[in-house]
């Protein structure tokens, strides 16, 4: 049993994009580490954790990890939402830490070991044309993925959510004291999407598995079109059609088409998918450890979905850093409805600040055997990159009205 913690420090850092990283140690100087980062908003969960999270934390026993995400969950009023359910993530992540590093085991071991030998992921293929994004596949296939994310550009717009015109990795922050504003032409999107994904399907043959993400843009009526059109492509799945806020509107979605459907990487918890998942009106759970509470809740809506043969497929961009991504394998390897997990890869700095046992090789991830989590942070290097205000876009129709990003 670990001592009681004595410390929950905060660490920002920017190596080339910004992450948030919970540090708790005990009286006896074991270290769990938790991913508290959320994109664009990355000083508000520093903040949270720090002036709020912290001093409630000093002087608990770590090894009571559901007790103190209860206490944290149920024990604030003010409840939910991205900024509280990151920083309650990134203290479940560590305190499941900190329990494997004391009992010696991987974290999938105190989960109920593995179901499975390893997790197939899928990474991400963007080109501005057709000709680009197959070349963008190819690479990613000889990297030995099997299952491939395609986005592209669409004629008449200059930027696209997913793809850069340079052929340049794709980030979604962008750097700088406000976002970016994009315009967005969801007509010409649903014009040109089915047709290049007809083009990748084409491409690949029928075995490689072909995913693609609409990015929250759809009216339920769009989708449902949008649905229809890609049926002869196959997809895994077809991503976020509508914001989802309303679940309601997914059932028409639904009833229109059989294209599989992943919705929930912006969900913080189990009850934002209770429609979705009593109702059957989505294939795949994109929650990620990171942004819905961590560990311990993820495992709860794994086992709600996997009633309604539901699978978790989680979120996996650059802005889950390694530690989130390390821990989502873990959850991967001991949970049977788990289905593929997003692996959009990070820079050699960030692999380097963020030292890890994870592995990756031939289209698949795993967690690899260190006790606890496997992923350390290098502080002394994290410390040379400070935080850089960034935000994500945001997206204008061409009449200048906000539209959703
Ligand atoms: C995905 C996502 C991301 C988000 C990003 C925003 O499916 O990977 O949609 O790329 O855009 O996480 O912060
Ligand atoms: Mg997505």
Redesign the pocket.
């Known amino acids: 049993m670990a001592d009681k913690i004595i410390a929950a420090d905060v660490v920002v850092t920017s190596p080339g994009r910004n992450f948030v990283t919970l540090k708790i140690t005990t009286a006896d100087g074991v270290v769990g580490y938790g991913d508290a980062t959320l994109?664009?908003r990355e000083l508000s969960v520093a903040s949270y954790l720090r002036d709020h999270v912290a001093p409630l934390l000093v002087g608990r026993d770590p090894a009571r990890i559901e007790d103190a995400w209860q206490y944290l969950y149920r024990g604030v009023y003010w409840r939910r939402g991205p900024v509280t359910m990151a920083a309650i993530g990134a203290v479940d992540v560590a305190l499941w830490d900190i329990k494997g590093q004391v009992t010696g085991v991987p974290v999938y071991q105190l989960l109920g070991g593995s179901v499975r030998d390893r997790i197939l992921s899928y990474t991400?293929a963007t080109g501005w044309d057709v000709p680009a994004l197959l070349e963008s596949i190819d690479a990613q296939l000889a990297r030995g993925f099997q299952a491939v994310?395609a986005q592209t550009g669409v004629p008449g717009l200059d930027i696209v959510?997913?793809v850069t015109r340079s052929g340049a990795a794709y980030e979604?922050?962008g750097r700088g004291a406000a976002p970016t504003e994009e315009i967005w032409d969801t007509d010409a999107y649903l014009r040109y999407a089915p047709t290049a994904l007809a083009a990748a399907r084409d491409h690949v043959g029928p075995d490689v598995k072909l995913l693609h993400?609409a990015?929250h843009r759809l009216t339920p009526n769009q989708a449902a079109r949008l649905g229809r059109a890609l049926e002869p492509v196959d997809l895994f799945w077809l991503?976020?059609v509508t914001p989802a806020e309303n679940q309601e509107v997914l059932r028409r979605v639904r009833a229109a088409t059989t294209v599989p459907l992943a919705i929930g990487?912006v969900f913080t918890t189990v009850w934002e998918f209770q429609t979705l998942i009593t109702e059957q009106l989505i294939d795949f759970v994109?929650a990620a450890v990171s942004h819905a509470g961590g560990i311990s809740p993820l495992r709860r809506i794994a086992a709600l979905a996997d009633v309604w043969q539901i699978r978790l497929a989680p979120?996996?961009?650059?802005?889950?850093s390694p530690i989130s991504l390390g821990a989502s394998t873990h959850l991967g390897l001991a949970t049977p409805n788990f289905a593929i997990q997003?692996y959009?890869g990070y820079s050699d700095l960030v692999h380097e600040v963020f030292p890890h046992a994870w592995t990756y090789a031939d289209g698949h991830l795993h967690p690899g055997e260190q006790p606890g989590i496997g992923v350390r942070l290098d502080e002394k290097l994290a410390a040379r990159f400070p935080y850089q205000p960034a935000y994500?876009p945001v997206a204008r129709r061409r009449d200048g009205s906000m539209t959703d990003w």
Do not use: I, Q, T, W
């Open positions: 994109n664009g991400h994310r959510y997913g979604p922050a993400d990015h991503e976020d990487e994109r979120h996996g961009p650059s802005d889950v997003e959009m994500l």
